[in-house]
C-alpha cells in the first residue's frame, strides 16, 4: 500500500532563513506526491504536485519541493521564510490501487519566528 | 476564496444518533472525496465519489455512507455516532482527470 511519513512533528525557523519539511514515501508504480497546507480552523490548501517530469516542482507561495527517487523522499523547501507561513504542513501520495484515494501524511507544524 | 462548502461549521451531537454532513462543490468537480481528520493528526480517508457512484473506500466501517449528487453536491452520513467519530471532517473535489483536490473549511462534529 502506499504510504507517506513526515519524521518531524514541527520544524522551527527564523524569519529570512531557509525551511525544509520533510517527507519519505512508499509506493508501488509511479509515485502521485503532494503537498498541502492547513491554517488554523480552515480546510486544505493545495501547495504542489509531482507527477512526473522535472525533480524540483515549484508551486503556490514561493514553496517548491524536490523529488529525489533514490531516496525515496519529496521534501518541501522555500528558500526564505515568512512568519506567514506558520502552518500545518501535510505530504501526500494517491493511490490508484483497490480504489482511489489520496494518503496523508501526519503532518508537520511549522514555526517561523520573527 | 474556496470553491467548495461545507455545512453546518460545527455540531454537537448525542452518542447513538446520527448526522449528516453536507458539500457544494465547484462545477465540474465530479470527484469527491471525504476526510475524517481527528485533532492532532492528518486526514483520514473516508471514501470518495466519482459520477456519483463510490469508487474507494477508507478503513471505515459502514456505518460511514456517502451520497453525490448531479449538481456537486455530496453528503456523509454516519449512524450510531460514537464518542471517537469527534472530528474535523474535510470534502475535498477536483475535476476529472486532475490531480490536485480543493478542499472545503470542514466541519467539526463533536459527540457528546
Known amino acids: 500500500a502506499q504510504s507517506v511519513a513526515q519524521p518531524e512533528d514541527q520544524v522551527n525557523v527564523a524569519e529570512g532563513n531557509p525551511l525544509t519539511v520533510k517527507c519519505t514515501y512508499s509506493v508501488s508504480g509511479n509515485p502521485y506526491l503532494f503537498w498541502y497546507v492547513q491554517y488554523p480552523n480552515r480546510g486544505l490548501q493545495f501547495l504542489l504536485k509531482?507527477?512526473?517530469?522535472?525533480?524540483l516542482v515549484k508551486g503556490s507561495y514561493g514553496f517548491e519541493a524536490e523529488f529525489n527517487k533514490s531516496q525515496t523522499s519529496f521534501h518541501l523547501k522555500k528558500p526564505s521564510a515568512l512568519v506567514s507561513d506558520s502552518a500545518l504542513y501535510f505530504c501526500a501520495v494517491r493511490d490508484d490501487t483497490g480504489g482511489f484515494k489520496t494518503i496523508f501524511g501526519a503532518g508537520t507544524r511549522l514555526f517561523v519566528k520573527a | 476564496e474556496t470553491g467548495v462548502t461545507q455545512s453546518p461549521t460545527h455540531l454537537i451531537k448525542t452518542r447513538g444518533q446520527q448526522v449528516t454532513l453536507r458539500c457544494s462543490s465547484q462545477?465540474?468537480?465530479?470527484?469527491v472525496s471525504w476526510y475524517q481528520q481527528a485533532l492532532g493528526q492528518g486526514p483520514q480517508f473516508i471514501f470518495q465519489?466519482?459520477?456519483?457512484?463510490?469508487?474507494g473506500r477508507g478503513n471505515f466501517p459502514p456505518r460511514f455512507s456517502g451520497l453525490q449528487f448531479p449538481n456537486y453536491s455530496s453528503e456523509l452520513n454516519v449512524n450510531a455516532l460514537e464518542l471517537d467519530d469527534s472530528a474535523l471532517y474535510l470534502c475535498?473535489?477536483?475535476?476529472?482527470?486532475?490531480?490536485?483536490?480543493?478542499f472545503g473549511s470542514g466541519t467539526r462534529l463533536t459527540v457528546v
Open positions: 509531482y507527477i512526473t517530469g522535472d525533480n
Open positions: 475535498a473535489s477536483r475535476t476529472e482527470g486532475g490531480y490536485g483536490y480543493t
Open positions: 465519489y466519482y459520477r456519483e457512484e463510490e469508487n
Open positions: 462545477s465540474g468537480h465530479n470527484t
